[in-house]
């Protein structure tokens, strides 16, 4: 069952979250919302195969997966359930982005349900990339433009297959329930809290002002210790 959504933000919030990268958006939260300094983003490292894509901000759809067992449903039910997960994915606030958790304990990755025809399914359905602590595969028939954070890459599906979908998810320490709003790229990512959206761009803004005068000194041919603590000085008065 999918969560009650909150009405979907503006997408000009969206457009604005999307021109920082994540470890950016992280500082931001710092400043906003520092309650959540211990959670919400990834804290363990996912494959990135597309480091150059910009950073992707959507709502969550999760998912739960295995791939060392056979599905124990008939084939016409399976068949069902896939549609159901389709419908699932490819409707609600947009764009949207798969949180998809592998639940075969020891095995996570043993089978990819990641690869050229599910990336190529997904990028039609409107969404912008997969998060996933399992296996993806056929990266250079991946579809194009659409982003994914994996645990590792594999070559087969075994018996990859969806367990459940719409429920709270966690993918390499990062706790994700329907509709979430995710902001991903390269580094991780980060659940952020709908409330204190559009409060982020202008906290990351600040988070590099308070930033400039230390890297303009430590980039300097004239860096001295002095200069560094006259430089911390007048980064903490910066409001």
């Known amino acids: 069952m999918t969560s009650s959504a909150a009405a979907p933000l503006a997408a000009s ?43 992707m901000v959507g709502y969550a759809r999760t998912a739960t997966i295995r791939s060392v067992v056979k599905s124990g449903l008939p084939a016409d039910e399976q068949g069902r359930r896939r549609i159901d997960y389709y419908e699932y994915v490819g409707t609600g606030h947009g764009p949207r982005i798969v949180v998809l958790q592998d639940i075969d304990g020891p095995d996570i990755g043993y089978g990819a349900f990641w690869g050229e025809v599910q990336s190529n399914v997904h990028k039609a359905l409107g969404c912008l990339g997969v998060i996933t602590d399992g296996s993806i595969r056929d990266i250079p028939q991946w579809a194009a433009g659409f982003q994914a954070l994996a645990g590792s890459i594999g070559p087969s599906h075994a018996w990859v297959h969806a367990e459940s979908f719409g429920g709270e998810v966690r993918v390499a320490g990062m706790t994700v329930r329907s509709d979430d709003l995710i902001h991903s790229d390269r580094h991780g990512a980060i659940v952020i809290p709908t409330d204190i959206a559009a409060k982020l761009p202008e906290a990351a803004e600040l988070c590099a002002r308070r930033e400039t005068p230390i890297l303009d000194i430590a980039r300097s041919a004239d860096f001295s210790l002095e200069k560094l603590k006259d430089a911390l000085k007048r980064s903490a008065e910066i409001h």
């Open 13 to 55: 919030v969206l457009e604005a979250l999307a021109r920082y990268d994540t470890p950016t958006i992280c500082n931001a939260m710092e400043i906003v919302a520092p309650e959540r300094r211990l959670i919400g983003y990834t804290t363990k490292p996912l494959v990135c195969p597309f480091p150059d894509l910009p950073p």
